[in-house]
């Protein structure tokens, strides 16, 4: 069906009708995308190290409760692992949580010393010990290439010889080291919670692409440890970082509440607009305008008022994202941007389809005055 | 030759327990090129004829016939697509698009019909507003238009789909003696010059002249009619 022109004629001719819906539709799109932005910068800022991981999945111990910090995975355990059915490359993982002392710098530096065998998305092999690739988020705490940082109360020195993009883990910027590094600054720092030689908090698993498997390897994998495992998807694991899940859901019932009143603001506009328009709707309908006509006008109209909305609040949530400080995790991906378009779209026209029954509702007999 | 035949024609309205006959077995005919004004006081039943002549309402008993389409039996849809083709109206208030020129204005019945509003309906707009003395009204809106343009507009809107039949509720009402004079002479000239026939629900009995005959309505009762001429 042609796009009808009454529609469009009226926006542009008289848009002060519009102007108020417009500017509410607008504040409501960038506080939905600020809650989004906030959202997503939490949680690729809490999850880029294990979202980095390309192996199928991550084994913990069974008393971790799917924890890192909590986890430990002996030489004898990894053996029993490794011999498990289609299991393939294994390599041993593990983080420590510390502040770090910056050349140049007053501030301490939040890092996270990760410890890996199998290179993670970006990063490159192990390098030699005392020896680290930083994520880019430590730039902006001063960390700069050829730096030498000092990690935690013991002061251990990892020099910095790179960066990789989107590798955060809970909110700190990564050091990428090998197994020895990590251990070493692990025992220095953390004595009460020092590992064996050998000893990782967790594995990452990829499957063995010849073997044809009898179950899901997660499953494999605990079974032929008899329990002393747990095994988690790469995505699972993720989920079970600390607050992730939490923050997200939190968030998103923010999010769909506030689209709730965009349905509503929506349909409330849209209501009093019918009834205002309800002599004009009953004359267009005597002279031959069918009432599928008339409301696809209101849905359009509802559209594109969305559609400006949009655009208003898009450009104020990007003007609020570049005057906030750094350390605010504000992140606007492209896809929070259309997620947020395709939300207030629905909500427009679900909000706008609220007119639809007194569209119908109008009698073209009522054109014609009652005079007699 | 016959454009409405209406016959035996009824309409009750149900209201609470009781029943209120508002068209009484009326049967009414109207020619290619005639006429006819419908005279009659509040509450007289010339506004349901009105309706259900031009496919607004459908009649409880009876017979409409339209330009040769028997309209007793359409539905919703089938009446919407009736009135687009075969029948205009000019309303007792002017009931034009606001946001729309008055050029616009004749242009929503090719819109309407799924037209384009290309060349030719925005030939036939202009010129039916220049025949109409508006044509150098064009790109005005409604409200830039004296009450009497404004009623000239709606009446090229009437006649912008070339129907067989229009109808006018209290046309002159708005208007001042002067003014509605000079408008029922118009509507006369163009409903002549086009042999289109044309009812007209008036009140007022000097706006009968300008028909060629006037039915009287009292009660929905059609009763005597006089040549006006």
Known sequence: MRLPRLPFRELRRQPSRFVVATVVLAFLATLLLFLGGLLDGLYLGSTGAIRAQRSDAIVFSSSARDSFLRSRITPELRAEIEAAEGVGEVGGLGFVLLGAQVPGETELADVAVAGYEVPPAGVPTPGPDGQGVADSRLEDQGVQVGDTILVGPAETPITITGFVDDTAYLQQGTVWVNLATWRAVQNANRPDSAVADGVVQALVVTRDAATTLSGPLPELIDTTTDGATKTLTVEDAVLALPGVKQQGDTFDQIIYSTLVVVLAVVALFFSLLTIERMGLYGVLKAIGASTRRLFAGVLLQAVIVATIAFVVGSLLALAAAAALPAKVPLQLTPGRFLFTYAGLLVAAVLGSAISLRRVTRVDPASAIGGAG | ?229
């Not at chain 2, 309409?11 to 508002?22: C, E, P």
């Not at chain 2, 067989?164 to 029922?184: H, N």
């Open chain 2, 1 to 229: 030759m016959t454009v409405l035949d209406m016959r035996d024609v009824r309409k009750v309205y149900r209201s609470g327990d009781a029943d209120i006959v508002a068209l009484d077995h009326a049967t009414l005919q109207v020619d290619h090129g005639e006429i006819v004004a419908l005279l009659g006081p509040s509450g007289s039943g010339k506004t349901t004829l009105l309706s259900i002549a031009g496919g607004l309402l459908a009649a409880t008993e009876g017979k409409v016939m339209v330009g040769g389409h028997d309209i007793s039996e359409y539905d919703g849809k089938q009446l919407t697509e009736f009135r687009r083709n075969n029948v205009g109206f000019v309303f007792q208030s002017v009931n034009l698009v606001p946001f729309l020129t008055a050029e616009e204005n004749l242009l929503v019945v090719d819109e309407l019909g799924g037209g384009k509003g290309g060349k030719g309906a925005k030939a036939r707009a202009r010129q039916l507003l220049e025949e109409l003395g508006l044509g150098h009204r064009t790109r005005n809106l409604p409200s830039q238009l004296s009450g009497g343009e404004r009623q000239r507009v709606a009446i090229g809107r009437a006649l912008f789909n070339n129907p067989r039949l229009v109808l006018f509720d209290e046309p002159t009402s708005a208007l001042d003696t002067k003014l509605g004079a000079q408008v029922m002479e118009l509507i006369r000239n163009e409903m002549k010059a086009r042999d289109t026939a044309a009812i007209i629900v008036t009140h007022d009995r000097r706006m009968t002249e300008y028909a060629d005959r006037t039915v009287e309505i009292v009660d929905g009762r059609l009763g005597a009619e006089a040549p006006a001429h």
